[in-house]
């Protein structure tokens, strides 16, 4: 006979769990994002008015695409001329360095005032996160309706030995960044599905993803689209004191691959060790669930019958694309210079590719376990993940305004120059100098999530600084990829934060932006820390970041 005593006795929680479970609490009692990026627009209206005023201004070197000249040319038999440009200029135009005096301008001026009430719906269809999230999610969102993720993901922990699932998740996730936002989309809902497959917390699953995808963005194994942005306006800020020198896109290739693996065990211990414990036992909630739960009770043979179609429709669509872009100008093809990935339309259909295959895929998955009995099932199931994102798009609404509106006062600029100029003041050897650029540009993404706009202010002061200092150019880009990943899964200004609190909630009814930011905070901080670490120690021993690329000028 049990006694009172008998009861489990929970476990104690330690400081660190403590903190986190406040700032939780924290966060989830202030008012709903959409009011809190209101009153920041409010802030930041009366802080450029008051900035504008007494003249707040900054002058620097920024980087910035060059023109491309183009040759008149006659056609055979006609007296009406055409424009020829060269296919590398034109797809790979020159960047230049400017002297650029920035001031803040104020949103209570005539233009500032017309820009708020003129740009509201420009705003929001120039916001590019909108269009992804929806096109993604056409095909996304159906194939989960249909059980093929679910199914998917019993495959992938069938055939992975459980002590790996989560150091795979995390890995993918650091490679997803070869398609750019892909990742966002797919692999974190992914994790969280895969977790919960195995009877783990869905949220530790969502959060690795999360911190896989964000705070490690600036490396892979593989030369990424961002790699050639900024390996281009590292050569125009080494140009401004060594004209013969440059860096090529494989500068850093040696660095990004130790650092893929580097970080994939950082964050699947973090994961493991510190976030899943936190979360406790899950409990799950909610109709929603059960609804996956009735998917999963799909009879083997249905759902092997359902991959089995889906397996159909997968080599159908690869066999599209190989049509698409495997013969010489091919569709998809770059049309100037042939190349599939350099700035291709192949490259920028990766979204609508993912659309397409999940939809595909998805449908083939519904037909054969027909859990999709028709088309009206198929738009039913569309229709429904269209209807789960109507407050993520007004949420979206919001912050595409105060983006707009805080790029507008130019507030974001002088607070990078501002912080650069100090740093570069600062008398301290190279490698303090290379940490305090790292923390610097940590607390800089803050307000600038974007790899390019910050590195583009960046490069023309640091580069040239460290030259002189003998660090190589190469070194200061490693150190940029550092300082600019961890602080994305925390910051409110990161476009798929809300996306990430709406996946949140549907594992836990009550979470908030506060959520989020606990769980996400100690993976920011020991990827920071340990990233870090990891740098300085690759400096000091003198590792090549890549292939003739060392880590002091020789």
């Known amino acids: 006979m049990s006694t009172a005593t008998d ?77 020829s440009y060269p296919p590398d200029a034109l797809h790979h135009p020159p960047v230049e360095m400017h002297e650029v005096t920035t001031h803040v301008e104020s949103l209570l001026t005539t233009e500032g005032i017309r820009f708020i009430f003129t740009s509201a719906v420009d705003n929001f269809t120039n916001f590019g996160v909108v269009g992804v999230i929806l096109v993604a999610m056409v095909g996304v969102g159906l194939a989960e309706e249909a059980g093929l993720v679910g199914a998917l993901i019993r495959k992938l922990v069938a055939v992975s030995p459980p002590a790996t699932l989560t150091f795979i998740i995390v890995l993918i996730g650091i490679l997803s960044s070869i398609a750019s936002d892909a990742g966002y989309l797919v692999l974190i809902p992914l994790g969280a599905v895969a977790f919960k497959s195995v009877g783990r917390h869905p949220l530790a699953g969502l959060a690795a993803g999360f911190a896989a995808v964000g705070a490690t963005f600036g490396v892979n194994v593989l030369i990424t689209p961002v790699d050639g942005i900024v390996t281009e306006i590292t050569n125009e800020a080494i140009h401004l004191v060594d004209p013969t020198r440059t860096i090529d896109l494989t500068s850093n290739l040696y660095f990004g691959i130790a650092s893929t693996f580097f970080l994939a065990i950082v964050i699947t211990v973090v994961t493991e060790k510190l ?86 895929t998805g449908l083939c998955y519904g037909a054969g376990a027909k859990t999709l009995k028709g088309s009206a099932a198929a738009m039913a199931a569309i229709t429904k993940t269209f209807s789960g994102l109507g407050g993520l ?26 912080l650069a100029d100090a740093l570069e003041q600062a008398n301290v050897g190279a490698v303090w100098l290379l940490i305090g650029f790292v923390l610097v540009t940590l607390v800089l993404d803050i307000i600038i999530p974007g790899v390019i706009p910050k590195w583009a202010i960046f490069a023309p002061i640091f580069v040239p600084l460290f030259i002189r200092l003998g660090v190589a150019p190469q070194t200061i880009l490693a150190a940029y990829r550092v300082g600019d990943g961890p602080m994305n899964i925390v910051t409110p200004l990161m476009v798929y934060i809300p996306f990430i609190v709406l996946l949140t909630q549907k594992y836990k009814k009550e979470a908030g932006v506060g959520t989020v930011v606990s769980m996400m905070l100690p993976y920011t901080l020991i990827v920071a820390v340990t990233w870090l670490i990891f740098f300085i120690a690759w400096y000091l021993i003198g590792i090549p970041l890549g292939p003739g690329a060392p880590v002091q000028l020789h």
């Open 7 to 83: 009861a489990p006795v929970p476990a104690k929680r330690g400081f660190t769990q403590r903190l986190l479970d406040g700032i939780e609490k924290a966060g989830n009692k202030v008012p709903h994002p959409a009011v809190i990026f209101l009153l920041l627009i409010a802030v930041v209206i009366v802080l450029s008015a008051i900035l504008s005023a007494i003249d707040i201004h900054v002058t620097y070197e920024s980087a910035a695409p060059g023109p491309v000249v183009g040759e008149i040319e006659y056609a055979q038999g006609t007296t009406e001329p055409s424009v």
């Open 275 to 360: 976030i899943e414990p936190s979360l406790g036992v899950y409990v799950p909630h909610g109709k929603g669930e059960d609804a996956d739960a009735e998917k999963e009770a799909l009879s083997p043979d249905a759902e092997a019958r359902g991959l089995r179609f889906a397996v159909y429709g997968l080599l159908a669509v690869l066999v599209l694309l190989v049509l698409l872009t495997a013969p010489s100008g091919a569709v998809l093809r770059n049309p100037d210079t042939g190349s599939v990935f350099d700035d291709s339309p192949f490259m920028d259909s990766l979204i609508f590719i993912i659309m397409l295959l999940f939809l595909v």
């Open 393 to 418: 798009i007004f949420l979206l609404l919001i912050i595409a305004q105060f983006i707009a509106y805080f790029n507008y006062t130019n507030m974001a600029t002088v607070i990078a120059v501002k």
